[in-house]
Nanobody, 118 residues
Framework: QVQLVESGGGLVQAGGSLRLSCAAS????????MGWYRQAPGKQRELVAI???????NYADAVKGRFTISRDVPKNMVYLQMNSLKSEDTAVYYC????????????WGQGTQVTVSS
C-alpha cells in the first residue's frame, strides 16, 4: 500500500513563493506519473501540474510560467515550486501518484492548505 504525505503549505502574501513537497512510502513499484491537484472552496478538484515517468511535464494554463513541478525519483518525492502567487491560487493542494505494482493504482495525499493573501 502506498502512502503520500504532503508538506510546505501555508499562508503567503500575493507575489510570494511556496514550495510543496510530497513523499511516497510503501510498496510503490513503478511510477507512471506524479502530479499536483488543487481544490478551492466550492470548486472541483483540478490538475495543477503533472510529470510523467519520462520526465515530460504538463501544467494548467493558470499556472504556466509561475509553477514548476520536479521530482526526485530515488527518493520517491515530487515537488511544486510556486512563484508569483495570486489570491486565486488559494486552495487545498493534493499530491497524486499513479503507478503499478501487481496492478495499476492511484493514490492521493491528505492535502495541504495554501492561502494567498492579497
Amino acid at each position: 500500500q502506498v502512502q503520500l504525505v504532503e508538506s510546505g503549505g501555508g499562508l503567503v502574501q500575493a507575489g510570494g513563493s511556496l514550495r510543496l513537497s510530497c513523499a511516497a512510502s510503501g510498496s510503490i513499484g513503478s511510477i507512471n506519473a506524479m502530479g499536483w491537484y488543487r481544490q478551492a472552496p466550492g470548486k472541483q478538484r483540478e490538475l495543477v501540474a503533472i510529470i510523467a515517468s519520462d520526465g515530460i511535464t504538463n501544467y494548467a494554463d493558470a499556472v504556466k510560467g509561475r509553477f514548476t513541478i520536479s521530482r526526485d525519483v530515488p527518493k520517491n518525492m515530487v515537488y511544486l515550486q510556486m512563484n508569483s502567487l495570486k489570491s486565486e491560487d488559494t486552495a487545498v493542494y493534493y499530491c497524486n501518484f499513479r503507478g503499478r505494482l501487481r496492478s495499476r493504482y492511484e493514490v492521493w495525499g491528505q492535502g495541504t492548505q495554501v492561502t494567498v493573501s492579497s
